[in-house]
């Protein structure tokens, strides 16, 4: 191994242990993969999900019946249960995190945010359409999700889980990401 490849294994476990932390400081409690000092891809995810929350402003009208709370319907397999249970109930921009799992296409405009996960890869045409031109936050965790129309895309390159936004998708619902978060993003658009 040469001195580059060292540095750049050393960087990433240091991505993946400030990810820890930030996962430990959001929900109290670390949620470990195989390494204890390494939160899992999920809940890594999960946090990165937790903190859209914080760099997204709504119209005030999406409170609607909601109000007090961000509600994030979830489109996942059973390996993001726990980590997606974290962050519920936690504090963001003032208002509680509500995880919703089971939602039928028809209750999801009455959600804040939406993320499908690899396993409902299928659906996500579909549920993009449902949600178009409401402000719900879409992110998804499949390759090229932003590409094809979702918000937020997070993907995994160089062995940490990064994100892709589609800014005139955002926009185009009435949702105003942050330009720190925008400066952070790998930005896209549509296909």
Known sequence: MNG???????????????????????????????DPAVPSEYAVKAAFIFNFAKFTEWPTA??????????????????????LAAIDGKSVQGRIMRVRRGVRPDEIKSCHMMFIA??????????LRVVKGSPVLTVGDVDGFAEAG???????????????INNEAAQRANLKISSQLLRLARLVKER
């Open 4 to 34: 580059q490849q060292i540095s750049r294994l050393t960087f990433a476990r240091l991505h993946l242990i400030a990810y820890a932390v930030l996962w430990q400081a959001l929900t109290g409690s670390p949620v470990y993969g195989a």
């Open 150 to 164: 979702g918000m937020i895309g997070l993907i995994n390159a160089d062995n940490r889980v990064q994100f892709e």
């Open 62 to 83: 999406a409170s609607g019946a909601t109000r007090g709370q961000i509600v994030l319907c979830a489109f996942v397999g059973a390996p993001y249960g726990a980590a």
């Open 118 to 127: 690899e396993p409902e890869e299928r659906r996500i045409p579909e549920l």
